[in-house]
């Protein structure tokens, strides 16, 4: 937004001119200082994002999300019809630090493993329903509406990798570490080198080169 200063005389003269013109502009109140409020309008869940990435192709972990008891058992039972026994429940709420967070009645973690279908049925009956509080949802905390039940991998190797808007220059960012996972908020704090970003300029997109460079960076093979 530009707000422009006009002496008095030019401001009357300016606004006649659009008046008679017949512009919309002329409604405008000149004077009126332009306020921005700040809006996001782009709030998903995990699951959310992983159907997303099903979409297009993009490997994500087997499972679904449930909102009741029953659409868990479902959930569990699909997967254990394939021969897996190892499972993670993740609390779904707009926060981070879900796995370090305590609910309001003391159970604690709002991401667990479990190794039958009866276990992943009873972290489920305690996380719905309950409110969990982390680090970034504040003393009130979020309740959570529904539960995310995947086939458990075992990890490796952590990686982070994100696409975000960079409110200092009003461009899209990647930005990603090798060193990253849950703790990229640390990692970011205790050693700043070790967090890769690339600029991108949204009208030509992300070029080979970028995604070479970030994937490199991440250290996969080329």
Do not use: W
Not at 39 to 58: A, D, F, V
Not at 142 to 148: A, G, S, T
Not at 177 to 194: L, Q
């Amino acid at each position: 937004f530009f707000i422009f200063s006009f002496r008095l005389k030019r401001r009357k003269m300016f606004s006649r001119m659009l008046y008679r013109s017949g512009s919309a502009l002329s409604r405008v109140n000149l004077a009126r200082p332009c306020l921005s409020v700040q809006t996001r309008n782009l709030n998903i869940h995990e699951y959310q994002s992983q159907e997303l990435m099903r979409k297009y192709n993009i490997s994500v972990a087997n499972g679904d999300a449930a909102s009741s008891v029953d659409e868990a058992k479902t959930v569990i039972n699909k997967i254990s019809s394939q021969g897996v026994e190892d499972f993670v429940i993740k609390s779904q709420i707009l926060a981070g630090g879900r796995g370090k967070g305590t609910f309001v009645d003391g159970f604690q973690g709002g991401v667990h493993l479990a190794t039958s279908a009866e276990e992943a049925e009873e972290y489920v009956k305690k996380m719905l329903g309950n409110t969990l509080v982390t680090k970034q949802t504040g003393a009130s905390g979020q309740m959570v509406n529904k539960v995310l039940i995947a086939q458990r991998h075992y990890i490796r190797r952590e990686a982070y990798f994100a696409i975000l808007l960079d409110r200092k220059t009003s461009r899209v960012m990647l930005v990603g570490s090798k060193f990253g996972g849950m703790d990229i908020e640390a990692v970011a704090e205790e050693n700043p080198d070790a967090i890769i970003k690339v600029s991108v300029n949204i009208e030509k997109g992300i070029t080979d080169e970028q995604a070479m460079k970030m994937a490199s960076s991440l250290g996969f093979p080329a």
